[in-house]
């Protein structure tokens, strides 16, 4: 072969140009590496899955006549290092050439850059051809000012690719509906079952215990759940234009348990596609053109908050975070503006606690590699906040256990949105609650051995005090912050036994905090 083209495990798009001609002295490379599999500790779906994924979309480019190079985990010649194994086989091949779709990793396009001028190599780089804004496109959009918003990111985006708008405007007069959206889940609301696989992969579980591959979470290898080709992607996207998007935005940020939504507690109207999205076996335009259209056909069951709340995350969110990763990295990995540094509580590893609500989400997630947007921000990134972890270890923990997990989405969500350890980058104030956000939204506290509505004395729910511990700590940071005003004019007028009963109450919980 003449020329060796890398394909990473997230750049599974079989639309992508490369693939629309065939040359014999093209050949393509693909490998399963330790590197990979333990740069953090995983949660065994995701490696799982991965993997699953990267043999099958293999298979379907030499089925379509593609030469393809495929290493293994388990193979001999296998190194383990993605450069080693790209030095070995220029060697063995003779290829003069290598190209390479850039990767969405900071660390990956960093070895890769640094190992090509280290050996005098010249890699032709190509766009991954996946998502509709560049690395660049703060730059771009924002070009007069430092002050990202998500807004209006969003709106240019949707604006120029014309998506739910009508003469230039959006469609129905608005941009946003999030007021309409985000109610609590009645309890005579049915969900349906989501839709899960049961791809058998006890060959690849094998090889990871025989390689020795540390993993973390549960698994059943002859039934994982999560799509691992194109076909099972895109049945999980028509389930969701089905199922989940009449109530996408409605029930967007409620959570709820086994008992009052059985078999669908975890997932609930969430589209479960940010898997298939973030190893590129869906495009993001086509997820969004098929829900569009699915409205469509549809309005007189699926209103217009509800398309909109969806569009909102995958071509507002998912774009936006990703543009913040590119113009901040690789400073942006060592954030830490409330100088956070406790360890992360025992139970982030097991689920026992007490707490209801963090033992629901952090269960799910070792059952299925999955919780949705508001477990990670309002449950477990809450409380992490709120009793000061240090984003370092949140990160390896986000990182590791989701499906979806890669950094340069996980990154700025943890870090920026949920931390606040970028200063307001992302967020305009710190998304902390205490526990009538938990009421309010969701089932668990009247499952939960703590009161809610207690804030100090026996079984006084955590979230109550942490939060105005966290309200009277950061106080030089944030009594300034419109947003928070209101806050510390409560805070203020609390009298001095109020506030010091809450703050000894925390104090308490801190100090015990593995045993909460
Ligand atoms: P849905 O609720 O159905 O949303 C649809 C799609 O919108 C998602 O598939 C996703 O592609 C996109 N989306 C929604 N919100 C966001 C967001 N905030 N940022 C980027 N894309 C978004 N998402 C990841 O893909 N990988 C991560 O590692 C990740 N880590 C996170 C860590 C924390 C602390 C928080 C608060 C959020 C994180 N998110 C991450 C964002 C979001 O929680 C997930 O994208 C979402 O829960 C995936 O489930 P879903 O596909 O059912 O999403
Ligand atoms: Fe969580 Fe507190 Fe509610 Fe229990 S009472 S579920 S700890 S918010």
């Known amino acids: 072969a003449k020329t060796i083209r890398l394909i990473l495990g997230d750049q599974l798009n079989a639309r992508h140009r490369w693939f629309k001609t065939k040359n014999s002295e093209t050949l393509y490379v693909m490998m399963e590496l330790g590197q990979e599999a333990d740069y953090v500790l995983h949660h065994r779906q995701k490696v799982l899955a991965f993997f699953k994924a990267m043999r099958n979309f293999s298979n379907a480019l030499e089925s379509a006549g593609h030469r393809i190079f495929y290493l293994r985990l388990e193979d001999a010649r296998n190194q383990q290092s993605l450069t080693k194994n790209l030095l070995w086989l220029l060697e063995e091949t003779g290829a003069k050439h290598i190209e390479c779709q850039q990767p969405d990793e900071y660390r990956l396009d960093h070895q890769l850059k640094s190992w090509a001028g280290a050996n005098n190599i010249d890699i032709k780089w190509f766009d991954t ?23 209006t ?3 240019k985006v949707r604006s120029e690719h014309d998506i739910l708008m009508e003469d230039g405007k959006p469609i129905g007069g608005r941009w946003n509906f999030d007021k309409e959206n985000q109610r609590k889940l009645p309890k005579s609301q049915s969900v349906t079952e989501p839709l899960v696989f049961a791809n058998d992969v006890s060959d690849i579980d094998n090889m990871l215990s025989k390689q020795n591959i540390k993993t973390m979470g549960n698994v059943n290898p002859k039934q994982l759940i999560w799509p691992v080709n194109r076909k099972q992607a895109q049945q999980l996207l028509s389930y969701f234009c089905e199922f989940g998007l009449p109530n996408f935005g409605r029930y967007q940020d409620t959570m709820t348990t086994d008992n ?7 997932s609930l109207f969430h589209s479960r596609l940010s898997f298939a999205l973030n190893t590129k076996m869906l495009h993001p335009l086509e997820v969004v053109h098929s829900a569009v259209e699915h409205w469509s056909n549809n309005k007189d069951t699926i209103s217009l908050a509800q398309i909109e709340g969806f569009v909102r995350q995958v071509i507002g969110w998912r774009e936006f975070v990703r543009a913040i990763y590119w113009k901040f990295m690789p400073e942006y990995k060592n954030n830490n503006a409330l100088n956070h540094t406790r360890a992360l509580p025992s139970y982030y590893w097991n689920a026992e606690t007490k707490m209801a609500c963090m033992h629901h989400s952090i269960q799910q997630s070792f059952d299925y590699a999955y ?20 984003p370092d270890a949140l990160d390896d923990w986000y990182l590791g256990i989701y499906i979806d997990a890669i950094e340069w ?10 931390q606040y350890a970028d200063n307001g980058l992302i967020a305009t104030k710190p998304y902390i609650s205490s526990a009538n956000y938990m009421k309010k939204m969701g089932h668990y506290c009247s499952q939960c051995h703590y009161d809610p509505n207690k804030k100090t004395g026996d079984k006084a729910c955590p979230f109550n005090s942490l939060y105005w511990h966290f309200i009277n700590r950061h106080k030089e940071h944030f009594e300034n912050n419109h947003r928070m005003g209101m806050m510390y004019q ?9 506030q010091n009963a809450l703050i000894q109450q925390a104090e308490h919980y801190l100090k015990t905090i593995n045993e909460l």
């Open 153 to 155: 990111f969003y709106r």
């Open 409 to 418: 989405v996980e990154l700025p969500n943890t870090r920026g949105m949920s």
């Open 260 to 266: 009052i939504t059985p078999g669908a507690h975890w």
């Open 490 to 498: 409560v805070w203020n007028k609390k009298s001095d036994d109020e």
């Open 129 to 151: 051809e996946h998502f509709l804004t560049g690395r660049n496109a703060l730059k771009d959009y924002f070009p007069d000012t430092d002050n990202y918003l998500m807004e």
């Open 371 to 390: 919780a949705h947007h508001i477990q990670r921000l309002m449950v477990t990134g809450n409380f992490a906040l709120l009793a000061g972890v240090s």
